[in-house]
């Protein structure tokens, strides 16, 4: 059993990201912070076409930096009527610097003439954790499927979230609280494969 918290590295600067995520891990002696946040930890280059390779590369290669574990994240949008685009490049999906407004801009444009009933997606996640020596030990994955509206609808999440409507709710994710989301979600429903294993492997519970 661990006497204080652990701390996890995630192999993100996105502090949406890190506040999403942070929070399964708040009943268990665990302290996940962003590599932003630690000196001298390189850029990722994500140069895989699977969300599992990428996740795998940056959870090693920040163990690697830290000398602490790591958790690596890799999530996109899939579109059906798009042939899963886009896919590993969700987050650049309008070139180099896109904001998640010209991502979503774009998406629409693409989607313009696909009627609603095409228009189905789903959110993909894929984690990895690396232990300090940079070997991958534990690695799950989470998907959470929807439909793509003509315009964005919330104020709440990030990315293509305002656009991804969950139709059992009738909202998007960005009309959905973080309550909710954190059960829905393709990110939740990872966490939810990875944590008891992450807990039982680390004595943390």
Same mark, same amino acid.
């Given at each position: 059993?661990? *006497?204080?918290?652990? !701390?996890?590295?995630?192999?993100?600067? /996105?502090?949406? *990201?890190?506040? %999403?995520?942070? %929070?399964?891990?708040? *009943?268990?002696?665990?302290?996940?912070?962003?590599?932003?946040?630690?000196?001298?930890?390189?850029? +990722?280059?994500?140069?895989?076409?699977?969300?599992?390779? /990428?996740?795998?590369?940056?959870?090693?290669?920040?163990?690697?930096? @830290?000398?602490?574990?790591?958790?690596?994240?890799?999530?996109?949008? %899939? +579109?059906?009527?798009? /042939?899963?685009?886009? =896919?590993?490049?969700?987050?650049?999906?309008?070139?180099?610097?896109? !904001?998640?407004?010209?991502? /979503?801009? *774009?998406?629409?444009?693409?989607?313009?003439? +696909?009627?609603? %009933?095409?228009? @189905?997606?789903? $959110?993909?996640?894929?984690?990895?954790? &690396?232990?300090?020596?940079?070997?991958?030990?534990?690695?799950?994955?989470? &998907?959470?499927?929807?439909?793509?509206?003509? =315009?964005?609808?919330?104020?709440?999440?990030?990315?293509?979230?305002?656009? $991804?409507?969950?139709?059992?709710?009738?909202? @998007? $994710?960005?009309?959905?609280?973080?309550?909710?989301?954190?059960?829905?979600?393709?990110?939740?429903?990872? $966490?939810?494969?990875?944590?008891?294993?992450? +807990?039982?492997?680390?004595? &943390?519970?």
């Amino acid at each position: 059993m661990m *006497k204080g918290p652990l !701390t996890i590295v995630l192999a993100s600067r /996105n502090r949406k *990201k890190l506040r %999403e995520m942070a %929070e399964p891990f708040r *009943k268990y002696r665990l302290e996940l912070v962003s590599a932003a946040d630690l000196p001298d930890v390189p850029e +990722v280059e994500e140069g895989s076409d699977s969300f599992a390779a /990428n996740a795998a590369l940056k959870a090693v290669s920040v163990a690697l930096a @830290t000398g602490h574990w790591a958790l690596g994240d890799d999530s996109g949008l %899939e +579109v059906d009527a798009l /042939n899963g685009a886009p =896919g590993v490049i969700s987050a650049r999906f309008a070139g180099p610097g896109a !904001t998640d407004r010209d991502n /979503n801009r *774009k998406l629409i444009e693409l989607l313009a003439d +696909v009627p609603d %009933e095409r228009r @189905t997606a789903r $959110f993909v996640c894929h984690l990895a954790v &690396a232990d300090p020596r940079g070997q991958i030990r534990l690695e799950a994955d989470g &998907a959470c499927r929807g439909r793509i509206l003509g =315009g964005d609808r919330g104020a709440s999440g990030f990315g293509y979230d305002p656009l $991804f409507l969950i139709p059992e709710y009738h909202r @998007t $994710f960005g009309e959905l609280s973080p309550a909710v989301k954190s059960v829905l979600s393709h990110r939740a429903r990872a $966490f939810q494969r990875l944590l008891p294993r992450l +807990v039982k492997l680390l004595g &943390a519970c």
